[in-house]
């Protein structure tokens, strides 16, 4: 995981992360999210959800594609 962009502009304040696909899983196995957690953990939890779903889809396709160019 690398932080890769801060923004340091006043009332902008940020940074910009980039995880790699085979981190989000460990991610998502230290941590759920419980009632009464900020929003902002709830948010990047979803965020996380979706990119290993997003990721599942195009490992299934990958794999699709090699199949498909042996024959």
Known sequence: ?????????????RIHIEVDENEIADLLD???PTGDAFDATKKLHALLVLAARDFANDRRGDAHEAETSRT
């Open 1 to 13: 995981m690398d932080r890769i962009y801060t923004n340091h502009r006043y009332g902008e304040r």
């Open 30 to 32: 230290d941590f759920t």
